[in-house]
């Protein structure tokens, strides 16, 4: 068998977001192979590339090889010439929005207090942000990192993920962020602190659920952000 260099297995790993466009979740854990696209392995000097074939075990490529050199036992999958490209990564998330431009100015505040006023509109929310999820990776966006959302909505997005039952990418997820009184986001996707302590507080409940976002105030707000605060709030999930 003839294998491609190594690199474009890396970028083979957008296939998944391939199939759960065009074939659906189930086909995720298939035993397949897919062929007659048109691969951009992504580097620099990329140009589109035909003739190549990646076989799919479960959720891992198992190989990426020329179309005439498949092993046995693999399904055929036909692209029909659609392209197959590196999944996407999106740094900068906020899970209760939907990116789309608004006609009038809300108020974001009241927005969450409300999503968060009771059980049944808290599953709302949820089932808001998983929608918006499942967009992102139906667009090629195969990672996420949220920067500031709904409570720990963004933590419950990220754990069903990953026990398959959404469809989304894989979520670094934050929940609430960090500001300062007049800061952004305070009060709705952010945590509101005056002091460095105030600022590590939310890091105890725990760290690792937190990517600390903190951002200086506006002109209206008399607390800067100082150094201390900002060493505070250096945590973040790892990929």
Known sequence: MKYISRHVRIWAICLLSVFATYYGAVMLFAHVHVVNGVMLDGTRDMTPRTGLAVCVDGSRIAAVCDAADVP??????????????????????????????RKKPSDPKKLVKLITSNGLMRRIGVEMCEGYARTELL??????????GVADFDTIIRDAARRGEILSPRVVASNMAVSVPGGHMAGSLAYEARTPEEAAAPISTPCRELMISVERASKLSPYPVIPEVRLACSVTESL
């Open 72 to 101: 046995e036992g693999y399904a055929r999958v036909d692209l029909g010439g659609k392209y197959l490209l590196p999944g996407l990564i999106n740094l900068h998330v906020h899970l209760p929005a939907s990116g789309k431009p």
């Open 139 to 148: 667009s090629g966006v195969t990672t996420i990192r949220t920067v500031g």
